[in-house]
């Protein structure tokens, strides 16, 4: 009788154990579509370009940061943004995948950090659906999700987690107005 109560004992106490480690893991970040701030930055103004209208620092102001996205599905939903990646406009530096900076013709983006991958989407394209229309552009640079605020990043904020910073030609394309700035899309791997 003491075998059967400590094997049901040891079975309880695994059950709770597993089941206390699967809750801790899906609150991880990029777990389960989970993707929470994992610090704050504080703000710091300096010279924004404005050409295609960017949310710009503020001293004080404190901007979450984010080293996941959610995850990439068949149907990602994201946030498309406006973005130069010519050299002197809003694009900040030259882009990171190919240390180059991409006319406002070409059908380029930049992703969050957590879904650029450290790299690993350069060069591809992505397939993005907004307004009943698609088009295919190539991933060249990270919208950075972890730091802003400096010159490197035209004193822009952190980028959201679910960014697909898109070029001019992009936007045109999907026959999108450039003065909003901001449209839900879905993308996918291409």
């Not at 190919?98 to 397939?127: P, Q």
């Not at 030609?169 to 996918?188: C, F, H, K, P, R």
Request: charged share 20%; with cysteine; proline share 5%.
């Amino acid at each position: 009788m003491a075998t059967i109560r400590g094997l049901a004992t040891i079975a309880v106490f695994l059950l709770v154990a597993l089941s206390t480690s699967h809750i801790a893991s899906s609150l991880r970040p990029g777990t389960l579509g989970v993707c929470r701030a994992s610090g704050y930055l504080p703000g710091k103004a300096g010279h924004c370009e404005k050409s295609n209208d960017p949310d710009c620092c503020e001293d004080g102001k404190r901007y979450p940061q984010y080293h996941c996205s959610p995850p990439v599905t068949a149907t990602t939903k994201a946030v498309l943004t406006l973005n130069s990646f010519e050299k002197g406009k809003d694009g900040g530096g030259p882009s990171e995948c190919d240390n180059s900076y991409h006319s406002d013709k070409e059908l380029v983006v930049a992703l969050s950090t957590g879904w650029f991958e450290n790299m690993a989407r350069c060069g591809h394209r992505i397939k993005i659906t907004a307004n009943g229309k698609s088009v295919y552009a190539k991933v060249v640079d990270e919208c950075d999700s972890v730091y802003g605020c400096d010159d490197e990043h035209n004193y822009e904020p952190p980028c959201a987690n679910n960014i697909v910073d898109a070029s001019p030609a992009v936007w045109n394309a999907l026959g999108l107005d450039q003065n909003v700035g901001m449209e839900d899309i879905t993308w996918s791997q291409a």
